[in-house]
């Protein structure tokens, strides 16, 4: 497992932008596929978006399709997540997440598929 650290969530208008930052403490997070999670008030934790470990891949739900940009540094052991053209059912405590990973080019959605956790940004959208 690998400590994760998120950065870059707060308040902003709809139609803005944001950029998220996972930070992984590993010397090196280029083993781990990684994801981004969000989980708004009342509802379950749902997929955003997930890369693999090359940077290659990468996969969103229909949701953010177009909208947010899934990046990774591997040097700097640091994932991102831009936000473009935000919405109010957007608003969510958005969640980093990794797992090793043997092949350079696969990726995982599902929350089970993740072990290691970060604690969470808040991201709100207003209207």
């Known amino acids: 497992q690998v400590q994760l650290v998120e950065s870059g969530g707060g308040l902003v208008q709809a139609g803005g932008s944001l950029r998220l930052s996972c930070t992984a403490s590993?010397?090196?997070?280029?083993?781990?596929?990684m994801g981004w999670f969000r989980q708004a008030p009342g509802k379950e934790r749902e997929f955003v978006a997930t890369?693999?470990?090359?940077?290659?891949?990468?996969y969103y739900s229909d949701s953010v399709k177009g909208r947010f940009t899934i990046s990774r540094d591997n040097a700097k052991n640091t994932m991102y997540l831009q936000m473009n053209s935000l919405k109010p059912e957007d608003t969510a405590v958005y969640s980093c997440?990794?797992?090793?990973?043997?092949?350079?080019?696969?990726?995982?959605?599902?929350?089970?598929?993740?072990?290691?956790w970060g604690q969470g940004t808040q991201v709100t959208v207003s209207s």
């Open positions: 997440a990794a797992r090793g990973s043997y092949y350079i080019d696969r990726y995982y959605s599902s929350v089970g598929d993740f072990n290691s």
């Open positions: 590993r010397r090196s997070s280029s083993g781990y596929v």
């Open positions: 890369i693999s470990r090359s940077g290659e891949n990468t």
